[in-house]
């Protein structure tokens, strides 16, 4: 068992400070999977293959040749020095909980473990905060994870949401080919969403989408009859739990289902969390990624 | 074993049962929104409303339908009923005399509650060939039931009983269970006597011995140490003050106690108002006289309360009365011809001194005597006067047959010769010349008739002593056949003779009053026997401030009541007692006699006329307010053989304690379960309303 197993989100929000929580959920998620096949970036040798003229002649393995009597050249693992950005919703809808951490305070923990173990991997953090319209930027730098932590931590919740604008000039805002991990609940037509997220892939960005919900929000186990009030708009609707369970769950089951299909139909990963689940999960789907972007040779 | 239960009225509330399954079945919308990120999926949902829902949180529903039928079965009281241990007593077959005291006493705190309770218990578990018969009992003992083998029929009689005012008495009850358990064909009898043990209703004089092989069981419902203060008696006494009559109130407090009051606030009301009051301090069982400051009495008869005490035992705190304004008893002295200015100082002397009855006198001489100088006149004395002739002398005739009192004194001036001839049948008797008795030092009186009315005061020792009054002369009597000698001289003469005439009475002294023939016009029995003998001839009866509870009053015996009819059978009554129920009483159907049973004031006045009424005040007996407790050991022996007499009492003191407590205890574990398992709800229900999502 890894330590980082126990790391229930809830035990998560009980530490004040930003940085030490990404790096108590980084080191112990580290700790925990040494083994991986994703460590071990940067200097590690990778392969061999023929020496062909113009190659540094110090990069010839001589024992390889001592044995084969043939020239090979060492191929190591580089640096990636890739951009990471988080783009993150703010909206009010995010602001939600039944009972455990809200969606936003989950997505900050995400965003926070996110981008301190992109800087561990050497990586330029950024952060992007939306709402209605990007409401915060800190560009990717190496020098700015205590920007970003500093601007995730004082991340209070915005108005309405809407990805399509913000993504489309977080997409002119990036200059180089970035890592985006997109964290929202996503309450927009799946078609929308997808549109706006290819956006960033085809200008060549590693797109990531992580869906936050509550678990209420899936399940719906409301019980009384009630009005729902809008936590956005303010709309209230009666509600009769028990008769629209079915029916709500069904649509929300479709949304997803259309989400996962349309996305992935444009590569880009999309995963969907429950603020109950432990962020491991958030950062094996991100390393899953990082590991593909990192193989330069 | 078994259940029943003592309060069943109770199991209504098995109804409450539809609170929580309305509560379960009906969906309340909460009064407060429930926020959610979108209703983006919700608004594609169509709305419905529905009525019929099935149960939700059966698991709340549960234990709130557990807590309604904990809560209803605990205050159903149940019973055990056991038929093993000391039920095995019963085994055998009876016959079972519950004898239930309903004394005044028994409403002390919850005694009488108890006494009920444990004579259910009892009715109620009878073994299968046993039969038992309700006796209750107070001053007298009365069976509620015939012997019956069915506790429904008795239990019936049980709910029948009401606790009574009278005082206590053990023999009458006693004496019925021994009928009732020789009459019996059972093997066994057995005796249940439930009761506060009080010790004035034990008479071990008058106890008598319960059959062989009988039982006695005693149930002790008494308190180990009552308290109780009680008005005992009360004296009104009469005076005048500027002309207008008063009254000045004393009444008896005792302390039953075994401690001290102080401060005790003692009260008086007139017609239900505060007019006087009290502060005194009574020791432990002790009396002591309250009197209260000269009340003005209105022309009129009214109500008074005396209170004091405020204990467990109310209705011996209060003491009620009913005092009327009383006129003089008005007499004329009629003085013979010639008579000096003192010829009647001693009566007149003596007649001036009374207070109850005032005496009002006049005297005339009988020359210049008028016929309406008779008017209003209780009493007329012929003080060794002849009587007057004419029309005067016809309208002391009438005045006496009307129901006037004549009192004749025939002295030295009183020959038989002046008499007329049309008024000397109002003598009751001869009378002659006189006898003188001067030279033998004076006759005395020899025989008095103490069973009269007028001389039964003076029966008792100290109470006037007669033979210290010389009688030197006197006339010679010879009473008439329907004449009565009050009084004779040692030589066997009459002294005093009384008669009667149409309503009026006539009483003859054979010796003057102007202290001369005799002298006991200055021997001290002169004013009480003047007094009497007034009183009697003008037919004064005290008023009866006051009656006991349990005492009669005949109604058509008041005046107030019978006046302005001709015939008592026209006579149409409407009682109202304490409690004030009315009933009406008829002369053909109901007897005048008015039974007191209740302590307050009864209203009585005639049907249709409001003015022709009387109130009636009735009291306890006092002797009920003495809580003293007889020894339930030497009861037992002196009513049955020692060992059925210990065992008895043992098993009594079992029933009472613990296994009456014991049975019914259930209800106390119930009420505990209920409690626990609202706890356990309230937990429940916090901690669903917390988990719920959207609060």
């Known amino acids: 068992m890894t330590v980082s197993s126990f790391l229930d989100p809830q035990v998560l929000a009980r530490i004040d400070n930003l940085e030490l929580l990404a790096r108590t959920v980084v080191d112990g998620f580290i700790n925990g999977l040494h083994r991986s096949p994703y460590l071990g970036l940067s200097v590690d040798f990778a392969e061999h293959r023929p020496y062909m003229p113009g190659d540094d002649i110090r990069k010839i393995d001589w024992r390889v040749f001592g044995r084969t009597d043939r020239y090979y050249v060492k191929q190591f693992e580089a640096d990636t020095n890739a951009n990471f950005l988080v783009v993150l919703d703010i909206s009010r809808s995010m602001d939600f909980s039944s009972g455990g951490l809200s969606k936003l305070d989950y997505a900050r923990y995400l965003a926070a473990c996110l981008s301190y173990f992109s800087r561990q991997q050497r990586d330029r953090v950024g952060l992007a905060t939306i709402a209605e319209d990007i409401v915060d930027y800190v560009p990717p730098s190496a020098k700015h994870l205590d920007i970003v932590l500093h601007a995730i931590d004082r991340i209070e919740p915005a108005a309405q949401g809407n990805l399509s604008v913000p993504l489309l000039k977080v997409a002119e805002a990036i200059k180089r080919r970035s890592i985006v991990a997109i964290i929202s609940d996503l309450y927009d037509e799946p078609e929308n969403v997808a549109r706006s997220a290819s956006v960033l892939e085809n200008k060549g960005n590693d797109v990531i989408v992580f869906q936050v919900l509550d678990k209420a929000e899936l399940e719906f186990p409301f019980d009384e009859p009630a009005q729902f009030e809008d936590l956005e708009s303010g709309e209230r609707i009666p509600v009769v739990p028990e008769r629209q369970r079915e029916a709500y769950r069904e649509l929300i089951d479709g949304h997803i289902a259309d989400l996962s299909h349309l996305l992935v139909e444009r590569r880009i990963d999309y995963y969907l969390f429950d603020t109950s689940q432990p962020l491991d999960y958030a950062l094996f789907s991100y390393l899953s990624r990082r590991e593909k972007l990192s193989r330069v040779r | ?695």
């Open chain 2, 1 to 695: 074993m078994g259940f029943s239960f003592l309060a069943p009225v109770f199991l209504l509330g098995l109804a409450a049962i539809a609170i929580p399954i309305w509560i379960h079945l009906t969906h309340r919308e909460r009064r407060d929104a429930v926020r959610f990120p979108s209703l983006m999926f919700l608004r594609e949902v169509p709305f419905k409303t529905v009525r019929r829902q099935r149960i939700r949180h059966w698991l709340l529903f549960a234990l709130r339908v557990a807590a309604v039928l904990l809560l209803v079965a605990a205050f159903a009281r149940p019973l055990l009923e056991r038929s093993d241990g000391s039920a095995a007593a019963f085994v055998q077959a009876r016959e079972l005399v519950v004898l239930l005291d309903r004394s005044h006493s028994m409403a002390y705190a919850d005694n009488w509650d108890r006494a009920v309770e444990a004579a259910r218990w009892a009715l109620g578990n009878l073994g299968a060939d046993d039969r038992a018969t309700l006796v209750t009992f107070a001053e007298d003992a009365e069976a509620a039931s015939q012997p019956s083998g069915d506790p429904a029929v008795l239990l019936a009689a049980l709910d029948g009983v009401e606790l009574g005012t009278e005082t206590t008495r053990y023999g009458p009850a006693l004496q019925l269970a021994r009928e009732i358990i020789e009459r019996s064909d059972r093997p066994r009898g057995e005796a249940l006597l439930i009761s506060d043990m009080q010790q004035v209703g034990w008479d071990p004089a008058n106890a008598s011995r319960l059959p062989g092989r009988t039982r006695l069981r005693l149930v002790d419902v008494g308190r180990g140490e009552a308290f109780n203060v009680a008005i005992t008696g009360m004296n009104i006494a009469r005076g005048r003050r500027g002309g207008r009559e008063e009254i000045v109130v004393s009444a008896v407090l005792a302390n039953f106690g075994g401690r001290p009051v102080a401060d005790l606030s003692a009260s008086l009301e007139i017609e239900g108002e505060r007019v006087a009051s009290r502060e005194v301090d009574l020791d432990a069982g002790s009396t002591f006289a309250v009197t209260f400051e000269p009340h003005p009495l209105p022309g009129r008869p009214v109500r008074g309360i005396v209170r004091a005490g405020d204990d467990a035992l109310p209705l011996d705190n209060s003491f009620q009365f009913v005092v009327a304004p009383e006129p003089p008893v008005r007499i004329l002295i009629v003085e013979p011809r010639g008579a000096g200015a003192d010829y009647a100082l001693y009566l007149e002397r003596a007649l001036a001194i009374s207070r109850r009855p005032a005496f009002e006198v006049q005297t005339e001489r009988v020359t210049s005597l008028t016929e309406s100088d008779l008017d209003d006149r209780s009493v007329v004395v012929l003080n060794d006067a002849p009587p007057p002739g004419g029309a005067v002398g016809a309208r002391l005739r009438e005045f006496v047959e009307e129901g006037g009192g004549l009192l004749v004194v025939l002295g030295r001036r009183a020959p038989p010769g002046g008499w007329p001839e049309d008024l000397i049948d109002l003598v009751p008797g001869d009378f002659g010349g006189p006898v003188d008795r001067a030279a033998e030092g004076g006759g005395t009186l020899g025989y008095l008739d103490y069973d009269h009315p007028a001389l039964e005061i003076f029966n008792t020792p100290r109470s006037g002593d007669f033979s210290t009054a010389r009688f030197y002369r006197y006339r010679r009597f010879q009473p008439a056949e329907d004449g009565r000698v009050l009084a004779r001289f040692d030589d066997g003469a009459e002294a005093m003779v009384e008669g009667s005439y149409g309503e009026g009475r006539v009483l003859v002294l054979t010796s003057g009053t102007e202290n001369f023939w005799n002298d006991l016009t200055i021997q001290p029995v002169f004013l009480p026997l003047i007094h009497q003998l007034v009183k009697h001839l003008s037919g004064y009866r005290e008023a009866t401030t006051w009656h006991r509870v349990g005492g009669v009053v005949d109604l058509s015996a008041k005046a107030e009541l019978t006046a302005g009819v001709s015939s008592l059978d026209e006579l149409e009554l409407v009682i109202e007692n304490p409690r004030g129920r009315e009933r009406v009483l008829r002369p053909a159907r109901d007897s005048w006699y008015l039974n007191l049973e209740l302590p307050g004031f009864y209203h009585v006045r005639q049907v249709g006329d409001e003015d022709r009424a009387v109130w009636l005040a009735a009291n306890l007996d006092p002797s009920e307010s003495d809580l003293s407790r007889v020894d339930v050991q030497e009861l037992a022996g002196a009513l049955v053989a020692p060992e059925e007499a210990d065992a008895g009492v043992a098993e009594a003191r079992a029933l009472s304690a613990e296994e009456q407590e014991g049975r019914q205890s259930l209800w106390w574990y119930l009420l505990a379960a209920a409690c626990a398992i609202l706890l356990i709800e309230t937990v429940l229900s916090n901690r669903a309303r917390r988990l719920a999502p959207g609060t």
